[in-house]
C-alpha cells in the first residue's frame, strides 16, 4: 500500500532557511546595510527609555550587527547571541548559543530584555513565538523588534506574478511578509502589555533587478516557501522578470527601486507597577457632559 505525502502545513522551510543562512555567512557583509540600518533604527529606540537592561538576548542575530548597535548605547550589561545558523552565529562576539526562535532554550523569567532584528520574519508560528519570549522575559521585562512588513519587496513580487501569468504558470517567488495592522493584535494575543507598532518604509534604488536578487542571496533571504516549485528558475522567466521590473519601475536614470517596509513592536512583559487602565464605568465625568 502506497502512502499518501501530506502537504506540508508550515510556510517555510526552517532547514533550507538555516543551510542559505549558514551559506551567506561567508559574505554576508558585503549586502549587510539592510540589516545595519534596522539594528540602528531599533538601537535608537532604547534612547527613550530610562533603564537599564543586566541581562538581554539577540534572537536571530546574525554576524551581532543588533549587537553593536545595542551596546553602544551603555544600556545593556551582558548580550547573549542566538541565531538559527551556528556559521552565522560564529561571526558575532560575546556570548553566544545556537537556537530557533521556534524552540527557546531558555528558563522563565531569564530576561530583562529580548531584542530581535531581521529574523522574526520567518517565523512559521509567530503567536508561539512571541509567547515563548514574554515567557522568558522577567516580569516588567522589554521585547523590542523589527523585521520587514507586508510591503516589503513589492515590485519584485508584482513582476515575479505577471511573468508566472504570461509563462508556465504562478509560483511563490517571494516569501510573504507579517501585516503591520496583524502584528498588534499578534502581540495582545501573545500576552503582552502596552504593545505598539508602528512601520516605516526603507527604499533602495538598484542598477537593475538582478543587483537586488544577488544582494537578498547574499543576506540569505532568498525563498524558502515549502510552496515554492522545486524546479530552478528556467532563464526565460528570469529574463521576463527582469524585464517587467525595469519596464514597471525603472526611474529618469534607468535604476529600479525596492522597497522594505520595516515593522516595529515595542512591548513590555506584564507588571503590576506599570500603568493600567481605569475599571469599567470607574469615570467621574459623564461622556454627555462633555459633549
Known sequence: ???????????????????????????????????REMAERLAERLDDITRDFPLALDLGCHGGELGEALMSKHK??????????????????GPRLAASEEALPFGDNTFDAVFSCMSLHWVNDLPGTLAQIRRILKPDGLFLASFPGGESLKELRAACFKAGVAGSGVSPRVSPFVDVRDAGMLLQRAGFALPVVDADTLCVSYPSALELMRDLRLMGETNALNAQRRSFMGKDELSCILS???????????????????????AWKQHESQQQPAKRGSGQVSLKDVL
Open 1 to 35: 500500500m502506497q502512502k499518501e505525502i501530506m502537504p506540508n502545513p508550515a510556510p517555510f522551510n526552517r532547514s533550507l532557511l538555516r543551510l542559505r543562512r549558514d551559506r551567506a555567512a561567508r559574505q554576508f557583509h558585503t549586502a549587510d546595510f539592510l540589516k
Open 244 to 266: 517587467l521590473y525595469q519596464e514597471e519601475y525603472a526611474d529618469a536614470e534607468d535604476r529600479v527601486p525596492a522597497s522594505f517596509e520595516i515593522v516595529t513592536l515595542t
Open 76 to 93: 545593556i550589561g551582558i548580550l547573549i547571541h542566538a541565531d538559527l545558523s551556528p556559521t552565522m552565529l560564529m561571526r558575532a562576539a
